[in-house]
C-alpha cells in the first residue's frame, strides 16, 4: 500500500490539474473571505456596519472564515478532482496498467485515498495559513488586536474542514469508480451540489414535510451545518450554510457519507472487470 | 500449476457477457517456461480477453487459470509477470521517465531499474519528453520498457506491432526476439501471421473464442512433403507409391504431392529416373502458417488476417 500510495502521490504533484484545483479554492477564499469583505469596510459609509465587517475579519474568526466556503464551492472543486484522479484512470486506461503492476486492487484504491486525503490535508492547512496572515494583515492595519481561536478550537476546525472537503472528494472518486470516467461524474456532482441540494432545501423543504425531514441528512446541508456550529453564533450568510442540525450530528452523517463513499467505490473496483 | 516448466495453464477458461457473446470458449492454454508462444487470432477472436484473464483484470464467467503457479492476478506472480495488454496506457501529463518511476512504484521495484529499461528500447534519448508527444511506436517501446522493470520471468505482450510502420514492426520484432532469447517465457498476441511464424516456438490459434490448435509451428504447417513434377505422371505415381506405400501419395494439379522426408528426395529422383520418368521439378514443399491458418479459421486474407 505504501508503494502505491507512493505512485499516487508523484502522480497528482506532476498534474497540472491537481494545482489548479488546489489554488482554486485558495483564490476564492482569499478573494470573498479578506479582499471582499476589508474592500467593502474601507467604502461602508455606516460606521456599525463597517465595525462588523472588520471583526469578522480578525484572527478571532479564522476557522469561519477558512472552512465557510467549504460546504459548497470548496466541496465542488474537491470533487472535481476526486472523479478526475479516478475517472482518468478509465479514460486514459492507465488503471489497468497499475493493476497490472504487483499491488492488488484494494492496495492501488487504498493508495489512492490516503494520497487524496494528504491533498485535501494540504489544501485545509493552506487554507488557514493564507487566512491567517491576511487576518494579521487586517489587524495590524487597523490596530485591532490579534486574538487566535484557541489550539483546541483551532484542531476542531482543521479536523472539520478535512472531513467536509473529503467527503466531497470521496462523493466525486465513487462516482467515477461507478461510471468509470470522468464527465459523467462531474457534471453530477455538481449539479448535486450547486443544484439538487439547494432545490430540496429552499423549494421542497417548505413545502413538504418528509422533504423537511429529508434535508436533514443531506450532505451539503450537514457540511454547512457543521461549519455554523464552529461560529460564534452570529447570523451567518455565506451560501451554504445553515444550522438545520446541530454540530455533533453534522459531523456524525459526514462520516457516514464517506464510510458510505468509501465502501461503494471499493466494492465497484474490487468486483468490476477493468476493460 | 508452475510444475515442470508450465508457466501459463488454463482449463476450460470461458468468458461470457450477457446471454449472446461468448468472448473466450472453453481454452485450455499451455505456456512452457523458456518458449515464445503465439497467441495467433484474428482481430475479436478472444485474445486479449483471454490476456485480461491472466492478468486478473477480469474474471472468467468459469474454468480456471494460472500463472507462474498462482491465481490470475496474485500479487505474488504479478511481481514476475511484465505485461503490455492492447495498447499502451500511460499519463501523457508525466514524461516517459515519469512514467516509468510510477510503475516502478506500483511494481516496487527499485528506480535504477528506469534507466536500463529506456536503454533496452532505445528510448533514452526521449525520456524526458511528455508521453502525450510520443509517435506511436515510442509508446510501444515505453510500453515494453514498462514491462521490463520488474525483470520479468514472464512478459505478455499484446499485439506490439499494433500501428507501427514497417521499419517500426521489424525493430520491435527483434527487440521480442532478443528477450525471448534467454530463459525469459514470451506470451505473444497477434492476428499478424509472419510476424508469429518469425518469432514463436510454439502457436496457439484462437479463432471464435475457441483454442483451435496448440503446437510448434513446424508441427501446424503438417509434416515435412516433397513436390514432384514428371512425366510421364502416371508411371511417376506408380514408381513413387511402391516406394512410399499409396497412402502417401496424392495428384495435386497434375503434379506429385508425396508426405515424404525431404531427405529422401535424391532416392525418388533416382528411382524415378531409373523407370525413365523425366522429372522436371522435385523440391520440398511447406504450407506456409498462413494457409494453415485460413484452413483453420475458414477465412479468406493475406498475411494479416483481422
Redesign the interface.
Known sequence: MLASFSAEMLKLYKRPATWILITIPLVLNQVFSYLVPYTSYLRAENEGVAERILTNRLPEDLILNSIGGFPMFGGAILLTLGALSVGSEYGWGTLKTALAQRPGRLSVYAGKLIALGVVVLAIVLATFALGALSSSAIALSQSEAREWPSLADLTVGLASGWLILMTWCLFGVMLAFVFRGTALPIGLGVVWIMGIENLIVNVAAPLLDFADELQKGLPEVNAGSLVSALGRGEEITTPGLNTLVDGTQAALVLVAYTIAFVLIAGFALQRRDVA | MDRGGTLVETRDLTKRYGPRTMAVDRANLTVRRGEVYGFLGPNGAGKTTTL?ML?????PTSGTASVLGRPP?D?KS??R?G?L???P??????SGR?NL???A????VPKERIEAALEQVDLKDRARHKFATYSLGMKQRLGVA?TLL?DPELLILDEPTNGLDPAGMADMRDLIRSLGSGERTVLLSSHLLGEVEQICDRVGVISKGRLIAESTVEELRGGAALLVAARPLDRARERVERLLGAGRVQTVDGTLWLDADPATAGRINRELVGANVEVTELRPMERTLEEVFLEMTNQKGEGNVG
Do not use: N, Q
Open positions: 485480461r492478468l486478473g483484470l477480469i474474471r492476478g500479487p504479478l511481481s509477470v505485461a495488454v492492447e495498447s496506457a500511460f499519463y501523457p501529463y508525466l515519469d518511476r510510477v510503475i512504484r506500483y511494481a516496487g514498462a520488474k
